[in-house]
């Protein structure tokens, strides 16, 4: 069995669309540590929130990190905060969306990949900034 270690500090980070409110900071994925699922801190903007979507054959996870939110699935709304966790079955539609004062930030994780990956990776590079920093500092002192 071999292993690998990511510091989200150090992480790729991307934004897929420049309209897009939130963006990623890819952990493993199929590109770095051929994993078939992928996992990333996903960072929400304030206001910032999902476009709703779907996925044919995989979960997807959230792990609230930090902040707080909204999240909707097939029509049902939840408030969410730290420590709180989503998973989100194969078909059914989503949304998580950041109403707090702050940013959110969840832990991601979606299997299988289904694309996700490649559609991250596809947008454009950006930079972590200082608050990023300190919230993922924080996780991974």
């Known amino acids: 069995m ?24 890819v952990l493993f994925d199929p590109q770095r540590g051929g994993s078939e699922a992928i996992f990333l801190i996903e960072i929400f903007r304030v206001g910032g ?3 709703p979507n ?5 979960h997807e996870f959230f792990y609230v990190l930090e ?6 699935c097939d029509g049902k709304a939840t408030p ?14 989503h949304i998580v969306e950041n109403t707090g004062a702050g ?7 979606m299997t299988p990949n289904e694309g996700f990956s ?18 993922l ?4 002192a």
């Open 118 to 135: 490649e559609l991250i990776r596809s947008g454009r590079r950006v930079d972590l900034d200082d608050e990023d920093r300190r919230v």
């Open 2 to 25: 071999s292993s690998m270690l990511a510091n989200a500090r150090l992480a790729d980070v991307f934004q897929i669309s420049p309209t897009d409110t939130n963006y990623f900071a």
């Open 54 to 58: 779907t996925h044919a054959a995989a």
């Open 49 to 51: 929130a999902t476009p």
């Open 103 to 109: 940013k959110l930030y969840t832990l991601t994780v």
């Open 67 to 72: 902040g707080e939110g909204i999240a909707r």
């Open 80 to 93: 969410v905060k730290k420590g709180d966790a989503i998973l989100v079955s194969p078909g059914a539609e």
């Open 137 to 140: 500092g924080d996780l991974v």
